[in-house]
């Protein structure tokens, strides 16, 4: 029997990081943010539905979406984002539903589903367990500022479009803290791998 972990957490907590521990241990990772990216390529009926939403605006001149100018907009107009969601969420559904019964057949003990949205679209159901990877709130926001190269109130608005991370703390099965470096974070990821596969 495959277990189907969730892994989830805030923006920048590390979830990507943590799925690359997942995947170097041996575990199929299915990653929502890339198939988020698959979905709204060129010719995609997504694409056409945000171009039809918000504009040409978001549309690059070679015909791809302008993550950025999308970005800018949605994670400051929690309306705006709101539509967005309801263009992308039905084809994210079915295209990570489709990606984790193609992990599963794999036949891996443990199959990993990274899904930032996981608590706010309600995917617990399609998950044996789910681990939130966690952070003390200001490092949240510096590593935020520093990867994305965003300002102080750019960062803060994107962490604001999310469900709360204490909120999604108390809902979780399992925690990974990466507060630390990447010994202590590869120790927890063997450790509960061990746990599930057990
Ligand atoms: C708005 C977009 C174009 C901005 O692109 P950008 O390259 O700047 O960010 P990226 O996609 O890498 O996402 C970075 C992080 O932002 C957060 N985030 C993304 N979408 C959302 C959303 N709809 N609501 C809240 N947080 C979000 C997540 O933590 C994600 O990991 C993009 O995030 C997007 O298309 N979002 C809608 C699709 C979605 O819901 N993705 C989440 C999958 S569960
Ligand atoms: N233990 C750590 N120590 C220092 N920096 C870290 C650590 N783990 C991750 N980072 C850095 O923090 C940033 C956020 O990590 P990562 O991209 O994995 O987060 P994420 O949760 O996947 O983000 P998103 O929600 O945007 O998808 C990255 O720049 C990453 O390199």
Known sequence: MTYVLGLTGGIATGKSTVAAEFRKLGCPVVDAD???????????????K?????GPTVIRPDGTLDRKSL???VFNDPEKLNTLNA????YLRAAITDALAAAI??????????????YETHYEGSFDGVAVVTLPPIMQLERLMARDDLTREAAQA????????????AR?????????????RRAQCQELLGQLAG
């Open 87 to 90: 263009i992308d969420h039905p």
């Open 71 to 73: 970005g800018d907009l």
């Open 105 to 118: 057949a794999t036949g891996a003990k443990v199959v990993v589903g990274e899904i930032p949205l996981l």
């Open 172 to 184: 979780a099965d399992f925690l990974i803290d990466n507060s630390q470096g990447p010994a202590m």
């Open 50 to 54: 945000i171009e039809a939403a918000f």
């Open 158 to 169: 994107r962490i604001a479009a999310q469900m709360p991370l204490e909120e999604k703390i």
């Open 34 to 48: 890339e198939i988020a990216r698959e979905i709204v390529e060129p010719g995609r009926p997504a694409l056409r």
